[in-house]
């Protein structure tokens, strides 16, 4: 069974920190990774994906990959209120046609 | 607006009723897919389809029954259903199927309570 796994949270900051979100996932032959954010209620939205090795900055959001370590990682800076949500890791399994979730872990930014 | 419609938007079924759920999609994709969303557990894959063909069905129950008659719509009837298939259920699509790393657009999910 291939797994992608994250800590549940709640990730509790205060505004302004960084909070680092991470994700570790079981198959080695992934290719692609992806970050969602989802509101209570809400379908998850893309925030960003990441192909290789190393870091890719947009805008306050940091994705980070280590394919031999197999973890990816999200750091969100100058955190707010508003990025309050579940954020999902999604990974593409070699030989699938769909992308498999972790079951997110849940940020709380305190005002 | 995600590109990608989703109704009905919220459904209360009895277990002996037949409804339906249908998306579509207007980004031009060729590919969509059925998530189920269930309380505390991750998003599991239900069905791939890719230009009408489908090409992935996740041990779904014969209850779940997917259509795709075209490349921009999506249905999944839903017949004799059970208190636990509760969930919300997401809709999505993509340029292709993502063994190539194409991103997946969701809509905005149909909330399905099963009395």
């Known amino acids: 069974q291939k797994e992608v796994e994250q800590n549940s949270g709640p990730l509790s900051v205060p505004e302004g920190a960084i909070a680092s979100l991470n994700c570790t996932y079981s198959d080695r032959g992934s290719q692609s990774f992806f970050w969602y954010r989802q509101y209570s209620g809400k379908s998850p939205e893309l925030i960003m994906s990441?192909?290789?090795?190393g870091d890719k900055e947009d805008g306050r959001f940091t994705a980070q990959l280590n394919k031999a370590s197999q973890y990816v990682s999200l750091l969100i800076r100058d955190s707010q209120p508003s990025d309050s949500a579940t954020y999902l890791c999604a990974v593409n399994d070699a030989g699938r046609r769909a992308l498999t979730f972790g079951s997110g872990t849940r940020l709380q930014v305190q005002p | 607006e995600t590109g990608v419609t989703q109704t009905p938007r919220h459904l209360v079924m009895g277990m002996t009723n037949k409804k339906s759920l249908k998306c579509e999609q207007h980004l031009g994709h060729n590919a969509m897919y059925w998530y189920k969303q269930s309380a505390k557990k991750p998003l599991e894959l239900m069905f791939v389809?890719?230009?009408?063909?489908?090409?992935e069905n996740n041990s779904v129950p014969s209850r779940f029954s997917p259509e795709c008659p075209n490349s921009s719509h999506l249905f999944l009837h839903l017949h004799t259903l059970q208190p636990e298939d509760s969930a919300l259920y997401l809709c999505?699509?993509?340029?292709?199927?993502?063994?190539?790393?194409?991103?997946?657009?969701f809509g905005e999910g149909s909330w399905l309570t099963v009395v």
């Open positions: 999505a699509s993509s340029q292709g199927v993502t063994v190539s790393g194409n991103t997946i657009y």
């Open positions: 990441i192909y290789s090795n």
């Open positions: 389809y890719s230009l009408e063909e489908r090409v």
